[in-house]
């Protein structure tokens, strides 16, 4: 092979070494950040769920609390327990109505005073939730019911799906959010549908409550994780591209140190 052929292929060899050698740090710096995002993003998510579950588990708690301090009313006729219910709604700002029952029939509520109406233990989630897009009284309003029940007494506590509302967008975002109660589910929104399409969250992860078994579904929009990434990306990439521009240009010198010794031999 001619001299000339010959340093020409090592001149691009050489050429291509010291842009491989300067990218490999821009490479390693890329994949490092995308590993840091997908653990903040998949930590952020732990985090939610961990916060929703609480405000939410709290939220029935008090539902809970406040059925029991009333249950035994349902051994009174409607008029002499109805202004204690009354007192115990106006002090409790998470209920909206309570109603006792006997023998799973409505019997007095602080909405309608006496009815009879007829409660299904089928109908409620686990026989304690049951999640409505609104009823007679507010029909645009979503409501969550919790049924305590110490046959043949029982309790019906009301809370307005507003709360649920405000408990998820209480919660940083851009994490979603959505409550699921047996078939019916909630989300940020406010809007009461059948379970909602969540194949599509990004870091998606779900979690049900040990104590009252409703699911919660957190994860990210879809795109969210591209488009921190790219967000990440731009940020760190002056940087690297300065580390790789040195890598290679030292590189590109110590070949040309290592060089010039054997061209002078010749």
């Not at 006792?100 to 939730?129: I, K, M, Q, W």
């Not at 019906?156 to 405000?166: E, K, S, T």
């Not at 409550?209 to 990434?229: E, I, N």
Request: net charge negative; charged share 20%.
């Amino acid at each position: 092979m001619p001299p000339r052929t010959f340093d020409s292929g090592r001149a691009l060899l050489e050429l291509l070494t010291t842009l491989l050698i300067g990218l490999a740090p821009v490479a390693c710096g890329l994949l490092v950040m995308a590993w840091q995002v997908d653990k903040k993003l998949d930590e952020s998510v732990g985090f939610v769920q961990r916060e929703a579950l609480s405000r939410v588990d709290g939220l029935i708690e008090s539902l809970h609390g406040a059925s029991n301090k009333v249950l035994n009313l349902a051994e009174l006729p409607c008029s002499k327990a109805l202004p204690t219910l009354y007192s115990e709604v106006v002090a409790n700002p998470e209920l909206r109505s309570l109603t006792l029952v006997r023998e799973n029939r409505a019997y007095c509520s602080t909405l309608r005073g006496e009815s009879g109406l007829l409660v299904d233990p089928g109908d409620y989630f686990n026989h304690r939730l049951r999640l409505e897009p609104g009823n007679d009284n507010t029909p645009d309003s979503a409501i969550l019911y919790y049924r305590l029940q110490e046959y043949p007494y029982g309790v019906l506590a009301v809370a307005d799906g507003a709360i649920l509302q405000r408990l998820l967008h209480g919660i940083r975002e851009p994490v979603n959010v959505v409550l699921q109660f047996g078939p019916a589910s909630i989300g940020p929104s406010g809007e009461v549908q059948d379970i909602a399409d969540i194949a599509e969250m990004e870091q998606y992860a779900s979690l049900v409550s040990p104590m009252y078994g409703y699911a919660l579904h957190v994860g990210y929009q879809p795109g969210h994780t591209a488009s921190q990434l790219m967000e990440n990306s731009l940020a760190i990439a002056p940087s690297l591209l300065l580390v790789g521009l040195m890598t290679a240009i030292g590189s590109y010198w110590a070949m040309y140190r290592r060089r010039q010794p054997a061209a002078r031999r010749v």
